[in-house]
């Protein structure tokens, strides 16, 4: 079995989650491209990151929170371009506590303005705990950082 047959994760024991809208006012070109090939420009620490956006590949990036790195790894299950980056996620203790979570990040071009509907489900955590923290640092973090980087590229 090579890795762009590994299965999905089985989230069934782990039944918490969480969802995230925001539009972002870059187009899903770029959006996706962040997501992608520009991780680290946005997330990951510079020169921290070891990811190639192929289905079934692995990644490995380091995050600072606090003046602490803390590591992030995966695999890549699925990516339509411009429409789906979907990928694993595990983090230690403070984060997912070793379980193999799942991140769809969804796009679609919004009706007017150029922009992005952006739509993140984070899946598979063991308690509501540790989704909801993942979801306040999604919803008022990580993709508002975001759409604040992608639009200082814009103009």
């Known amino acids: 079995m090579n890795s762009a047959t590994l299965p ?28 992608t090939e520009e991780f680290d420009t946005w997330f990951a620490e510079p020169g921290l990151i070891r990811m190639r956006a192929v289905v079934g590949e692995p990644y490995v990036f380091v995050t600072r929170h606090a003046s602490e790195l803390q590591p992030h790894y995966g695999r890549f299950l699925a990516l339509e371009p411009y429409r789906l980056v979907e990928l694993t996620w595990v983090t230690g203790t403070a984060g997912t506590a070793g379980a193999e979570t799942v991140v769809s ?51």
Do not use: I, K, N
Not at 8 to 35: I, N
Not at 127 to 151: I, M, N
């Open 105 to 155: 990040v969804e796009l679609a071009a919004t009706v007017e303005g150029g922009g992005t509907r952006l739509c993140l489900t984070h899946a598979g955590f063991y308690d509501q705990g540790a989704a909801g923290r993942h979801g306040e640092a999604w919803a008022h973090h990580v993709l508002p950082h975001l759409d604040g980087v992608l639009a200082g590229r814009q103009g």
């Open 8 to 35: 999905r994760p089985d989230l069934s024991a782990r039944p918490y989650g969480l969802t995230v809208e925001r539009v972002m006012r870059a187009a899903p070109e770029v959006v996706y491209r962040a997501w």
